[in-house]
């Protein structure tokens, strides 16, 4: 939320979803400094996947190492780019200016800059990513490869 404080009037609505510890002061944050933000609290999944579809971006400002983020999988469904840092799961799953835009962990510079890139044009890379990677049939059939392998290993 510091960067859209540094962003100003130029900074894209923000839409954070879910509930948390932190969500009372991000909601005084946001009403404090006058942020293009809104916090939308607990929202059902098919809530939430529309406004991923509908938004510009999904950023995922993760601090940790994540196991498998299945929000980014997700955004990928809809065509929708990441904006995340670069380390971790995180970072080796999008692609950057490919399938999203990675910023440097810890700097508000890097994530203002990945935030102000954000264009149209890498949409339809993004959701041929989800098609070629991350659909149910590719992953039922990259799973009986691994058992048929596991077979012929014995």
């Given at each position: 939320?510091?960067?859209?404080?540094?962003?100003?009037?130029?900074?894209?609505?923000?839409?954070?979803?879910?509930?948390?510890?932190?969500?009372?002061?991000?909601?005084?944050?946001?009403?404090?400094?006058?942020?293009?933000?809104?916090?939308?609290?607990?929202?059902?999944?098919?809530?939430?996947?529309?406004?991923?579809?509908?938004?510009?971006?999904?950023?995922?400002?993760?601090?940790?190492?994540?196991g498998?983020?299945?929000?980014?999988?997700?955004?990928?469904?809809?065509?929708?780019?990441?904006?995340?840092?670069?380390?971790?799961n995180?970072?080796?799953?999008?692609?950057?200016?490919?399938?999203?835009?990675?910023?440097?962990?810890?700097?508000?510079?890097?994530?203002?800059?990945?935030?102000?890139?954000?264009?149209?044009?890498?949409?339809?890379?993004?959701?041929?990513?989800?098609?070629e990677?991350?659909?149910?049939?590719?992953?039922?059939?990259?799973?009986?490869?691994?058992?048929?392998?596991?077979?012929?290993?014995?």
């Amino acid at each position: 939320m510091e960067a859209w404080k540094q962003m100003g009037g130029k900074a894209p609505k923000l839409i954070i979803c879910g509930v948390g510890p932190m969500e009372e002061w991000c909601r005084e944050y946001i009403n404090k400094n006058r942020l293009n933000a809104e916090m939308k609290g607990y929202i059902p999944n098919a809530e939430v996947q529309k406004i991923i579809s509908e938004s510009k971006a999904l950023i995922f400002p993760t601090q940790l190492y994540e196991g498998f983020p299945m929000s980014i999988v997700e955004a990928f469904s809809t065509g929708t780019p990441v904006i995340c840092p670069d380390f971790g799961n995180a970072g080796s799953i999008v692609s950057d200016h490919v399938t999203g835009y990675k910023y440097v962990k810890d700097s508000l510079e890097s994530l203002i800059s990945a935030v102000e890139n954000v264009d149209g044009r890498i949409s339809e890379s993004t959701y041929n990513e989800f098609l070629e990677k991350y659909t149910e049939d590719h992953n039922y059939r990259q799973l009986t490869d691994i058992y048929a392998e596991a077979r012929r290993s014995k």
